[in-house]
């Protein structure tokens, strides 16, 4: 059987029309893949556990399995996207940070087969809008913190990033520069949940 390739639509609930992402992925990648890549993309400190859901399912990091009794739940690094037996039009979630519970609702856009040769090209972000999230906030302040900058159309907003004091923007998405980091981004995130290997 080929590889399959899932085009998926990826955005923060409630604000689906300013922060989202589609994004083409490998069948091949684990359920926690595609979170490395969320975390990533939407620019998270990526410190926080995160738990999918699929059809009542819910897909857990190691330590999350290790710490609490969640029924049912499946190690997330160790189930495949295609195992999911995702189709078209099908809807999952995913919930970052337990403490502030921030969502993104992700919906199959398209599934096909991967071209021979062609693995090295994925996971690729098609077309995006909205820098991401803030880590360490609720939903509710993240929310204030969107209407202020819609208001008075700039920001004020300080983040450190890279040990530099920074304006973080929630409109400041550039594709290009985020498909050219993005893999080494969710290879540096897979190896901060999982240890090198």
Known sequence: MKAQVYTLHIAYVDYEDKISRTVEVSGNNTVA???YLILHTFDTLAYHAFEFTHKDTPYVLPMILEETDIEGAIDATQAKLHELGLSVDE???ME???GCSHTFNIKVLAVSDMPR???KRYPR???G???GILDDISPEQFASFIEQIDSTGKSDIHVTRDGRDVIWDYRDFKLEAENILLKFGVDRVRRAYEGES
């Open 117 to 119: 040769g062609a693995w």
């Open 96 to 98: 970052y940070d337990y």
């Open 125 to 127: 972000i098609l077309e």
């Open 33 to 35: 893949q595609l979170g």
């Open 91 to 93: 809807e999952f979630t």
């Open 129 to 131: 809008k909205g820098r």
